[in-house]
């Protein structure tokens, strides 16, 4: 393998491990704050434990998101210095804010709710972690702000007396309208990740509860189990409707990804949706439908059934004869098809497992019931099995956003600067061998699998010891007390 292949599976590796945290912590901040909320306008002690118990476990997952995304910034400058070299004038810009802005702002903040239980009052107290969750998802937004340039390059120009895009308005970077879809659809996918974690666990708590007679234990996971089943079906409503305008705005901007994820090998008028193809999922493109929805993919791009879509051959065409003969008939201009095809599928299809829970926990829920019986222990099944599928499905949709872009690092903008673009094989650095990206990339493949394994290994162990008591010395009125700092802190 060449320097270029293991600069991209080290980037590809380290980018969907630290994924794994970020939509957890992007959502589940939020929902702390939403439950800490209740507790102070309430006085429930049940949402004070709720509280504390996933407080513990989204500073767990912060504490691992930071140490994983650390790594990211680095690459940027060390495997891919030609790609900074020739964008950094704006990649850096959103990247820049997130940090003086979005992380001082969350870290700042997270660190006064986790020691401010005893020192703050209750208001204050409950204000820091508010601010913590608006940090994280400033965050998010300048992040995606810097992917969104990636996809449909705004607010530059190409310099050709230096060779590289200068930055013209930030304004039009942080306001590109694919960061404006993009942004929330993955912060609704990042509450639905977050409302199926806090559900599946309270769900499975609320069920041995009952199953061991407590019946006080459960009422104190009931409240946090149906807040997280209500969020998840409004979250997952909220992914649908922007997915739906984010592919809209794809077929427009990166038509070749959106094909290549329909399996759309020839330009058709009224495009079936493929659900299921065989044949050759390679460049050349020779597919057979087996089953398909009539229109639907005509429809989804163009909210017309009967509207023509460019087909991959047709769209391969265009470019060679836009940006060039590649030198193998076009064929580098097409995206992994398989891999674009079979991840947009999974995105959308590993949803159903987070659908199934909310349906059948809200049902199982209503009018202050609780599961009992054989119910109880299929629907605590249902509630561990759907814990991974939301995270497979983020993996997924960052795999289809990313590779459908291939060959492009920076994607040409159809209808702007065409000279502002970027291959990934002029965008890799030439000062780095093989044998230094080969050791970096074992060393940190070995230490993510060490860092999940502990990772794991704390959440599991939390999760099981469940919610904290409160001491009997302790205000439950005020949060001030004997139990107000976070023994998990230190």
Request: glycine residues 10%.
């Amino acid at each position: 393998m060449s320097a270029l292949d293991l600069s991209r599976w080290q980037f590809g590796i380290t980018t969907v491990y630290h994924f794994l945290f970020v939509p957890l912590t992007i959502g589940l901040a939020p929902l702390v704050a939403v439950m800490q909320t209740a507790w102070v306008r309430t006085g429930n002690p049940a949402w004070l434990r709720m509280t504390k118990f996933f407080g513990k476990l989204f500073l767990i997952n912060f504490a691992m998101g930071v140490v994983t995304g650390i790594v990211q910034e680095f690459q940027f400058g060390m495997n891919w210095s030609e790609y900074s070299k020739f964008v950094g004038d704006i990649f850096g810009a959103p990247l820049a804010m997130e940090a003086l802005i979005a992380f001082f702002l969350e870290s700042t903040f997270l660190g006064l709710w986790i020691f401010g239980w005893d020192r703050l009052s209750k208001g204050v107290h409950l204000a820091t972690i508010w601010a913590a969750a608006i940090g994280v998802n400033l965050s998010a937004f300048f992040i995606i702000a810097a992917n969104s340039f990636m996809q449909h390059p705004v607010g530059t120009k190409f310099n050709p007396a230096t060779g590289r895009a200068e930055l013209e308005s930030i304004w039009a970077v942080v306001t590109n309208s694919t960061g404006l879809w993009a942004f929330p659809h993955t912060v609704t996918a990042s509450f639905v990740t977050s409302a199926t974690f806090m559900a599946g666990i309270a769900g499975w708590w609320t069920v041995r509860a009952t199953r061991a007679g407590d019946l006080e234990l459960a009422k104190v996971y009931r409240p946090a189990l149906r807040l997280g089943l209500g969020v998840l079906l409004v979250a997952g409503i909220g992914v649908a409707i922007t997915g739906d305008g984010q592919a809209k705005l794809m077929f427009d901007q990166q038509p070749m990804k959106m094909a290549s994820a329909e399996g759309l090998c020839e330009t058709r008028t009224g495009a079936a949706f493929s659900l299921l193809s065989v044949g050759g999922l390679s460049n050349d493109c020779h597919l057979t439908d087996v089953l398909v929805v009539p229109k639907l993919t005509s429809f989804l791009a163009t909210n017309d059934p009967n509207a023509t879509v460019k087909g991959v051959n047709d769209l391969k065409a265009e470019q060679v004869a836009t940006y060039g003969d590649d030198g193998v008939g076009g064929a580098s201009y097409v995206p992994p098809l398989g891999i674009t095809y079979w991840s947009f599928r999974l995105m959308i299809g590993l949803g159903a497992f987070s659908a199934a829970l909310a349906l059948a926990g809200l049902w199982l829920t209503r009018k202050g019931a609780t599961p009992t019986g054989r119910t109880a222990e299929r629907f605590a099944k249902l509630a561990v099995i759907a814990l991974p599928t939301p995270y497979l499905a983020n993996i997924a949709g960052w795999v289809f956003t990313e590779m459908g872009r291939q060959p492009w690092i920076v994607a040409p903008n159809p209808t702007g600067d065409a000279s502002v673009r970027l291959t990934v094989t002029s965008a890799v650095s030439p000062f780095v061998d093989v044998p230094t990206v080969a050791i970096s990339l074992t060393v940190f493949t070995l230490l993510y699998g060490g860092l999940a394994v502990v990772w794991y290994a704390l959440i599991r162990q939390h999760t099981r010891q469940g919610a904290p008591e409160l001491p009997a010395g302790s205000d439950q009125t005020t949060g001030t007390g004997e139990d107000a700092p976070l023994t998990f802190a230190y």
